[in-house]
C-alpha cells in the first residue's frame, strides 16, 4: 500500500478529510425520525387493515407511547412519538460519533507531534 506525501499546505487528503467530517446532527436525527414514525404508522395500519393472527403484539408500545393504541388514531399517536424517540436517538447516536471523531483526531495528532519532540531529541 502505497503512502500519500503530506501536503505542503497540512491540510488532509481528500478521502481522510470525507472520513473525519462530522455528521449533521440535526438532519441526522430528522431521518431517524421520519424512518421510525412511518414505521410505527405503517405496521399499526397494516394490524389495523389485515388483522394478521401470528402479528407481534403491537400493544407493548403503551408503555412507552403515552396514548397509543392498534388503531388509525392509535397510529398518528405512535407516528409522532416513534418520531421524537427516532430524532432523539439520531441526534445523539451523530453527537457521539462526532465526539470521538474529534478527540481520536486530537489524540492521534498529539501522539504525532510527541513522535516528532522525541525524533528531534534524539538528533540533538
Known sequence: ???QP???DD???TELALICAPVHKLALGVAVGVIAGGLVF???IFQVIARPPDAPNLLLLREY???YDVSV???FVGAFWASMAGFVAGWFLAFVRNLYVALRLRFSSA???LANVNDFLDHI
Do not use: N, Q
Open 65 to 67: 407511547f403515552y396514548g
Open 111 to 113: 501522539r504525532a507531534d
Open 73 to 75: 388514531k392509535g397510529a
Open 1 to 3: 500500500m502505497a503512502t
Open 6 to 8: 503530506a501536503l505542503p
Open 11 to 13: 491540510s488532509l487528503p
Open 42 to 44: 405503517l405496521l399499526t
